[in-house]
């Protein structure tokens, strides 16, 4: 008889209003710490106490913020790995009215053999400002880790008042090969970050940062400007120069307001 494989389940459903929460709730492996700060920002550090997901796990989580200002970030770097069964699901739904957010995850990191379907959905209103930064790790090089088999769906989907203004997604389907090698895709590096920013501070920084992303020279990256958004591509061979270069655009547009956990 065959037995059932015990699995992870995490769900968090929080809101935070004039900067208090007024609703916490946690289940299974998601847990939810708010750190005592000095600054005026109210910082949430998301933790996954199973130490990473695979086959079958499943994770939610549910973020209402109004009047508030706040940075999201989580104790450490989310870990997929190999498994048997359905790939894991991660699902992030986050509202923002009336807010200043910055969506500040530590890097997701795929291992050889992984399998994960992973959907973002946040949706802003017109006096909110939105920062996001995502980063993936395929494979960590200083583990000397290849990853040669993967299937990672990853969808996100951003609007403001319910109206899609950034939508991407990512299908990686096993053998990965012609993917890293594309020069037009990974092009053999194995860890990149997109960084979106939406709101009226777009056009408050957008000129700053382009002199920002100029200085760079020791990864790839690139910025874009349009219909008032901006979006930041940067890939590198490791993560830890990609580090070093994201911490770089974080203290220099968002200043004091990187959540401490960020740089552990």
Not at 23 to 38: A, C, E, R, T
Not at 106 to 113: D, G, V
Request: with cysteine.
């Amino acid at each position: 008889m065959l037995k059932k494989l015990q699995r992870s389940e995490g769900e968090i459903d929080l809101k935070i209003f004039d900067n208090e929460i007024k609703k916490f709730f946690q289940k299974g492996s998601s847990k939810v710490l708010i750190p005592n700060s000095h600054n005026k920002i109210k910082e949430v550090v998301l933790i996954n106490t199973s130490g990473g997901a695979t086959c079958n796990d499943i994770i939610k989580t549910n973020i209402k913020i109004e009047n508030s200002k706040t940075s999201i970030t989580t104790q450490a770097a989310e870990k997929i790995y190999a498994g048997i069964g359905d790939p894991a699901h991660i699902n992030v739904n986050i509202s923002i009215k009336n807010s200043n957010i910055n969506w500040l995850p530590k890097e997701l990191i795929l291992f050889n053999n992984a399998k994960l379907k992973r959907n973002i959905n946040i949706d802003l209103d017109r006096s909110s400002n939105l920062f996001l930064c995502e980063t993936l790790i395929f494979g960590r090089k200083a583990m000397q880790e290849k990853i040669n088999n993967l299937f990672f769906l990853d969808h996100w989907n951003i609007s403001i008042n319910n109206e899609i203004k950034h939508f991407e997604a990512i299908n990686i389907n096993k053998n990965i090969d012609q993917t890293f090698n594309n020069k037009f895709s990974i092009n053999q590096n194995s860890a990149f970050s997109t960084v979106l920013i939406f709101g009226d501070i777009v056009d408050q920084i957008k000129d700053d940062l382009k002199k920002i992303i100029k200085k760079i020279t020791n990864v790839s990256c690139e910025i874009s400007t349009w219909n008032n958004k901006i979006a930041i591509r940067c890939l590198a061979n490791d993560n830890y120069n990609l580090k070093k270069t994201l911490n770089y655009i974080l203290e220099n547009i968002i200043h004091d307001k990187v959540p401490k956990s960020w740089y552990l």
